[in-house]
């Protein structure tokens, strides 16, 4: 990938506005060409073609990184597209991942991928194509300025809008183009997972509603786009609408999209066309046909699930259908929201990087797929995003103007990368991100009372339900939040610079600090609610709290262990379902479990009203919601300023279904699956459980069936690895090989 750093920036030399735009230029090929390899990229997203064919980089390439310091490049071999004689290399590109600054919600920081000469909202290519001839001698074409470009078919491209494409469009003039005074250093080659389309779904059904429209189900909430086959009269407008639900009245509702309009609109040339978008995406199950010229066949029309081109590794089923359901809409939320950036949701007017969904999603995913390539990627973005004081944003790629730190969201710059390093017991997960992780807790340790504070920012136990009035962060208190989650930091950091052999301060001061806040304001509830100005609104009396001081081990005595755990068991059966957020949620079950009450997280699982994972599942959803209300009893949608249907944060409990319910275990002291704890958790509701990880030993298998009275164990450990088997009163050792245990 060197030879477009000789290449320049090119733009268009008016405003992009929102269009597509062709760049290109004739070249000739005088001798026989032994291999011709395109170095493409953008800022926006780009095809390339030669001679018409389009060169195989990948959809939405180049990707979305943060901009100003990185953008990959895509290289791949043309060879077979040249002809002997003149040549056309083309690159159509759209704004993309660029955004405009008009992009709804997503406002882009002042500043980002931005010159005087390239203001936000246009979009500029780089190529270069290296022709090495038979006789030894190369040559190679740069983007320059004696390139041309000219308007496309794609009247309108944005992403959360979508597209208007004229096929009749032909353009009347080219243009010059404007070469940009950028240096190539912020290209890097690419680094992230390809994004690929993975899957085609047929229509399922087309629905007539009460409403009058027509609307095509595709049964899967998904992220990606449809293709369609048309053939309409000449001007005549044929225009789609995505969504996510059909309301209670039966009719199309994509209100929750916000500002983001997710429309296609493909003005006919009266000839036949199959249509896609190539520079936009949307997150829907639903489209609804709001115009059509022509014969309308829904067999003409079918979705296109695109995400990043990461390897299946987990899987999981068992006797109980709805749980099964679940664990379809926990893997869903990960391919619809695993499109080169973990985002938070692929539909309204954000799909962003939220760093808080990743951090609590990211060990489920791990499981699911294997994301070591697609974590690399969005880590090293982190570490261009970091502040220069450390702070690790709320966003990354960074959006918005300022670079604010919050808990449980910032914190993913320590708990991915250790995550990561368990998972797959890979060192550079932690070497390469040791710095990031130091410099985050540094900017805390120089002023912990102002982020520690009650009113720090921050987005609490976010959603929730534990709060007498509708408030987004719940009732934890932020500043405790804080202090658990810097706790967790400075432990993760610590127990790295360890595994590296690298050195540290001496961070027990600061520990001790976190200690003293936690154990001194937040153990008892009496002494809280006398002493904290804001009681009214924040509670110690939260699953949540003790949640976390059970995961962190934030206690001074077994007892006082054994107490915490007692009390959220009690909290539950007395509300009788859980009340935690995106911070508690993902602990919850796991803390249960691990400290005697397997049962009641069991009875979490199975709970079907609200607030529960079933209650989404009952109500026919095919990925995980956003909050737990997202549809409330009547089958209302909660508002529609922030409710998605496809959020991966509450699928984290996927994590919890292979380490507990499958009891396919990581073992610290030997990362990545070397030596495994095998330890199912098995409960009467159901009959049996089965699943598999895939890691780079080989397949861990783990099943059990309760049959007669007994119940039935088996594993497989892969070669090269050992395992510890757990059972009621059975420890064993094992090597490699099937076992069955039968109690
Ligand atoms: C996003 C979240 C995110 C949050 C921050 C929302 O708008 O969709 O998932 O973590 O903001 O609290």
Not at 564 to 585: P, S
Request: charged share 25%.
């Amino acid at each position: 990938m060197e030879e477009i750093r000789n290449a320049r920036f090119i733009r268009t030399p008016l405003p992009t506005a929102e269009k597509a735009w062709r760049f290109f230029r004739d070249f000739s090929v005088a001798k026989p060409v032994k291999s011709a390899v395109l170095e493409v990229s953008a800022l926006g997203c780009y095809v390339a073609d030669v001679n018409g064919t389009e060169a195989k980089t990948y959809v939405l390439a180049p990707g979305w990184t943060s901009f100003d310091t990185r953008l990959q490049v895509q290289t791949c071999d043309v060879t077979a597209l040249l002809k002997p004689g003149e040549n056309t290399l083309s690159i159509t590109a759209g704004i993309g991942f660029c955004f405009t600054a008009e992009a709804g919600f997503r406002i882009p920081k002042p500043g980002q991928h931005e010159t005087p000469e390239l203001p936000v909202g246009n979009l500029a290519v780089i190529a270069a194509l290296i022709l090495t001839y038979a006789d030894g001698t190369k040559e190679t074409v740069y983007t320059d300025g004696a390139w041309q470009v000219e308007e496309t078919a794609w009247r309108y491209t944005q992403m959360y809008n979508g597209d208007i494409f004229d096929a009749g469009y032909r353009p009347d003039r080219t243009y010059p183009v404007t070469v940009l005074p950028l240096t190539t250093e912020r290209l890097i080659p690419q680094q992230g997972e390809i994004i690929a389309e993975q899957e085609h779904l047929p229509v399922k059904e087309v629905i007539h509603t009460p409403a009058g429209e027509t609307v095509l189900d595709f049964g899967q909430n998904l992220t990606g786009y449809v293709s369609f086959r048309v053939k309409g009269e000449k001007y005549g407008v044929c225009r789609l609408s995505h969504g996510e639900i059909i309301d209670k009245h039966g009719n199309f509702f994509n209100e929750n999209y916000r500002s983001a309009k997710a429309q296609i609109a493909f003005i006919c040339d009266g000839k036949e066309h199959i249509y896609k978008p190539r520079f936009s995406f949307f997150g829907f199950r639903y489209v609804r046909v709001d115009e059509w010229s022509g014969e309308f066949d829904p067999r003409d029309f079918e979705a296109i699930v695109v995400h990043s081109d990461m390897k299946r590794t987990g899987y999981f089923s068992c006797s109980d259908p709805k749980i099964n359901q679940l664990y379809h809409n926990i893997v869903w939320g990960q391919k619809g929201n695993f499109l080169d950036v973990p985002t938070d949701c692929p539909q309204r007017d954000e799909r962003m990087g939220w760093t808080g969904d990743a951090e609590v999603f990211c060990r489920c995913a791990s499981f699911n797929y294997d994301t070591r390539k697609f974590f690399r990627k969005w880590l090293a973005d982190m570490r261009a995003d970091q502040a220069e004081d450390g702070i690790v944003g709320r966003i990354i790629p960074r959006m918005w103007a300022a670079q604010v730190a919050a808990p449980a969201w910032s914190d993913a710059c320590t708990i991915i990368p250790w995550q990561l390093y368990l998972t797959y017991g890979d060192k550079s997960f932690l070497s390469d991100n040791l710095d990031m992780m130091r410099r985050f807790i540094e900017y805390i340790r120089r002023d912990p009372d102002a982020y520690f504070s009650p009113d720090q920012h921050g987005y609490g136990d976010w959603l929730a339900l534990d709060t007498k009035t509708v408030r987004t962060v719940g009732a934890t208190p932020k500043g405790f939040i804080a202090a658990c989650y810097t706790y967790l930091s400075v432990t993760i950091y610590l127990k790295s610079c360890e595994i590296l052999g690298a050195p540290h301060d001496d961070y027990e001061p600061f520990l001790n600090r976190i200690r003293s806040e936690i154990y001194e304001k937040y153990m008892d509830e009496e002494k809280f609610n006398r002493e904290s100005p804001i009681a009214d609104s924040f509670s110690l009396h939260t699953q949540t709290r003790l949640v976390l001081l059970l995961a962190l081990g934030l206690y001074r005595s077994e007892e006082e262990k054994k107490a915490l755990a007692a009390e959220l068991d009690r909290m539950v059966r007395e509300a009788g379902h859980l009340t935690t957020g995106f911070v508690g949620t993902p602990w919850l079950l796991h803390v249960l479990t691990e400290n005697g009450y397997a049962d009641t997280a069991y009875d979490l699982l199975f709970y079907e009203d609200l607030p529960s994972w079933l209650y989404a599942v009952n109500r026919g959803a095919t990925t995980i919601w956003e909050r737990w209300n997202a549809l409330d009893e009547n089958g209302d949608v909660f508002g529609s300023v922030m409710v998605s249907f496809n959020h991966y944060a509450y699928g984290a409990v996927g994590d919890w279904l292979y380490m507990k319910t499958l009891g396919i275990n990581y073992d610290e002291e030997k990362p990545g699956f070397a030596h495994i704890i095998l330890s199912p958790v098995t409960n009467d509701r159901l009959t049996h459980a089965e699943g598999s990880l895939l890691t780079k030993y080989g397949e861990i298998k783990s099943s059990w069936k309760k049959e007669r009275g007994k119940t039935e164990y088996a594993f497989t450990v892969p070669a090269g690895t050992t395992a510890t088997v757990v059972l009621p009163g059975i420890r064993e050792e094992v090597g490699a090989g099937d076992h069955r245990f039968v109690i």
